[in-house]
């Protein structure tokens, strides 16, 4: 695992602790988020080259989407 990628899954947890931070979905993730499942798929954050550039390193449990508290924490590396 790479710096960034260990930044991003570090942010990742400290996201999932902080609570409130979490519970709500960005209007960003909700726009990517094309089908409405709650999650982003790759097919879905083709649109945005950030967020595939990154996607290992976002996708922190590695199940091939993200979730919003995933993407919660790619947000606030991002800032």
Do not use: H, P, Y
């Not at 999932?16 to 990517?32: C, D, H, N, P």
């Not at 097919?43 to 449990?61: G, Y």
């Amino acid at each position: 695992m790479n710096r960034k990628q260990l930044t991003i899954a570090s942010a990742f947890v400290a996201a999932l602790f902080a609570g409130g931070a979490v519970a709500s979905e960005s209007e960003q993730f909700t726009k990517l988020d094309a089908n409405g499942d709650g999650a982003i798929s790759m097919e879905e954050a083709a649109v945005d080259n950030k967020l595939t550039e990154a996607w290992s390193a976002i996708d922190a449990n590695q199940d091939g989407k993200v979730e919003s508290a995933e993407f919660s924490a790619f947000e606030e590396m991002s800032k």
